[in-house]
Each structure stands twice: as structure tokens, then as C-alpha cells.
């Protein structure tokens, strides 16, 4: 793994770190219990589900419903699963800790390399790195929650959308590509204001229908 890779992936985990702890401020500021949110990261560790979990029980919803709401957000794990099956490897506890760390930057780290070893490498490190700086961040917002208020006023949240938008910005150079996520980005707006949080980013993977049919 070659340095600029590496000064990437160090970058983006300063950034996920500090979204992390705008999920823990968030978490305790509304109510929860301090291991609620820790608990959460290191068992589940998906950023955006997460948050729409919590979302729905800081607004009053059940326990299930934040669940739902968690898995729809991350039903696209299925596509990215079949995007690095090749890094994995075959045997099932690789499998297993690779799914857990299967997150958008990890894999969007991964894509970017041209060949399976850089593909490996750039996985499995940006993944065990985000997983630690994730975790680090929430606790750091765990304690400092009542100190920073309200972390969405900082604009914290934002941070994790705007990386993943800088890392995938090389693959749109193709235009199938291209038009597969314009597709999905579209679809995603127009249904945002009637469908639940969540949902829209679901249905946008029918962008990938025009890559498909091309």
C-alpha cells in the first residue's frame, strides 16, 4: 500500500472520526445511555444507519422501527458485497470480519485499485482503520456530548457525505457509471419528500439497471 493511498485513508478516518463523535454527542444530548451509542458502533458499525436508527427512536419510534429503518438504509451492502467478493477471501472468518467492515469508504477505496492485491490491501486497511477511528470518535462524543450541545448546528453530519462524494469521483469518469448514479441521485430526490429516511437511498440502486441493460 503506497503512501498517497495510505495519507487517503488517514484522511478519511479523521473525517469519519469526527462524524463518529457527532454521533455520540447526538446520542447522549437526546437521552440515551452512554453505552447505547458505543454498543451500537462497535456491534453494528454502519455511520448512516446509525443514525437513521437513532433518528427514529429520538423521535419517539420503537426499537423495531429504528431497526427497519437501519436495514433498509443498508441494503445497499448487497451490491457492495458482490463489488469486493474477490478481496474477502474464501474462508468464512475473513468473510465474516470483511462484512463487518464493509463500508462505503472501504469499499469505495477498494474499487478505485486495479489489481486484487492493491484491491485487498486498500480494504482490509481502510477498513480496520475507519473501524477504529469510527469507534474512537463516538466515545470522544460520548464524553464530550453535553459540552458540544447540538453537533448538527456544526455541520459534523455532513462530513461523511462529502468524503464518500470525493472518493467516488474518479469512477464517474465512465459514463455508464455516470448515468447509473445521475439515475440514482434523481430517483433518491424525487422520492426523498414522500418516502421514509432511508428508502430513497434504497430504490436509488435502480440506477444500476441502466449499467445492466447497456
Given at each position: 500500500m503506497d503512501r498517497v493511498l495510505l495519507r487517503d485513508v488517514a484522511l478519511v478516518c479523521v473525517a469519519d472520526g469526527v462524524v463518529g463523535a457527532s454521533f455520540g454527542a447526538i446520542a447522549v444530548s437526546g437521552g440515551q445511555a452512554p453505552w447505547v451509542p458505543v454498543a451500537m458502533s462497535l456491534l453494528v458499525f454502519a455511520g448512516g444507519a446509525q443514525f437513521a436508527a437513532l433518528g427514529v427512536v429520538l423521535a419517539g419510534g420503537s426499537s423495531i422501527a429504528a431497526a427497519i429503518a437501519g436495514l433498509v438504509l443498508n441494503s445497499r451492502h448487497l451490491p457492495f458485497g458482490f463489488a469486493v467478493a474477490d478481496v474477502l477471501g474464501g474462508r468464512l472468518p475473513a468473510r465474516l470480519l470483511g462484512t463487518h467492515v464493509m463500508v462505503d469508504e472501504s469499499v469505495a477505496f477498494a474499487i478505485a485499485q486495479?489489481?486484487?492485491?492493491?484491491?485487498?490491501?486498500?480494504?482490509?486497511?481502510?477498513?480496520?482503520?475507519?473501524?477504529?477511528?469510527?469507534?474512537?470518535?463516538?466515545?470522544?462524543?460520548?464524553?464530550?456530548?453535553?459540552?458540544?450541545?447540538?453537533?448538527?448546528?456544526?455541520?459534523?453530519?455532513?462530513?461523511?457525505?462529502?468524503?464518500?462524494?470525493?472518493?467516488?469521483?474518479?469512477?464517474?469518469?465512465?459514463?455508464?457509471?455516470?448515468?447509473?448514479?445521475?439515475?440514482?441521485?434523481?430517483?433518491?430526490l424525487v422520492l426523498t419528500p414522500i418516502l421514509p429516511p432511508g428508502v430513497p437511498v434504497a430504490l436509488a440502486l435502480l440506477g444500476l439497471l441502466l449499467v445492466v441493460r447497456r
Open positions: 486495479q489489481d486484487l492485491p492493491r484491491r485487498r490491501a486498500a480494504f482490509w486497511t481502510s477498513g480496520v482503520l475507519l473501524f477504529v477511528a469510527w469507534n474512537l470518535g463516538v466515545l470522544v462524543g460520548v464524553v464530550m456530548g453535553r459540552l458540544i450541545g447540538d453537533p448538527t448546528a456544526l455541520g459534523l453530519d455532513a462530513a461523511s457525505p462529502v468524503v464518500l462524494l470525493a472518493l467516488v469521483l474518479p469512477s464517474l469518469r465512465d459514463r455508464a457509471t455516470l448515468r447509473a448514479a445521475a439515475a440514482g441521485a434523481v430517483i433518491a
